[in-house]
């Protein structure tokens, strides 16, 4: 009777974890609804569009700025020194650099957060090259304290250093010491916010919550 009930409880455990599943896969799959949030939205990965996320694509580009996005968040690579848009090699964008720039064009409101994948400031170097005039519309996401000085020199505004490579302590006291935009921390390691004097910004969250600006594929901004 024990090892009946035993493997009763460990059959409805893992129907438990394949519901999760389902729920994450499903959600990374696309965007059911579009919730307005007020506060600082930064589109995810060009912004989430109902079929997918993680997109980085001129369709997500488009629906975001028509959701009234002021930023939104590209994943970048450098692959045998070109530039590419997507988040890995198995997952590149139909959108090139050069169409980046045109739609940029087209787009003077909106701003492109940097989330390079490969080397930073390989990355950032060949962004500056191929941005000329349009350096002002990037905001450079930064992995370490340490990035800041590089990244500025090469004409970049004050960077956002993202936390998701870092440590849980050590690094806090340096990022106070910078001039940066913000920081961003991944939504579970939210604690790590404390102690900073910069605005903190989560990710992916797409559920409003107060206080912070948020990364996100499927909130959107409040008319």
Known sequence: MQARRLVLIGLAGLALIGAG???RYQHRDGCRAYV???????????????????????EALDLAASHGFTMVELDFLVENGRLVIGHD??????????????WLDTHPQISVVTDFKSDNLAGLALLRQ??????????PQIYAPGEFAPVVAMGYSAPILTAY????R??????????LRAVTIAYKRRALAEGLHHPVF???????????????DCLIPAP
Request: proline residues 8%; positive net charge; hydrophobic residues 40%.
């Open 21 to 23: 599943q389902v729920w």
């Open 130 to 139: 191929m941005a000329g005039e349009r350096i002002g519309r990037f905001v």
């Open 36 to 58: 307005p949030a007020s506060g600082t939205l930064v589109a995810h990965a060009g912004g989430g569009l109902p079929e997918q996320t993680y997109a980085n694509n001129l």
């Open 170 to 179: 050590g690094w806090q006291q340096a990022a106070n010491a910078l001039p």
């Open 165 to 168: 490579r870092l440590p849980d």
């Open 89 to 102: 090699a198995d997952h590149r964008s139909s959108l090139d650099p050069a169409g980046l720039m045109r």
């Open 202 to 216: 989560l990710h992916t969250v797409n559920r409003p919550i107060a206080g912070y600006g948020l990364y996100t």
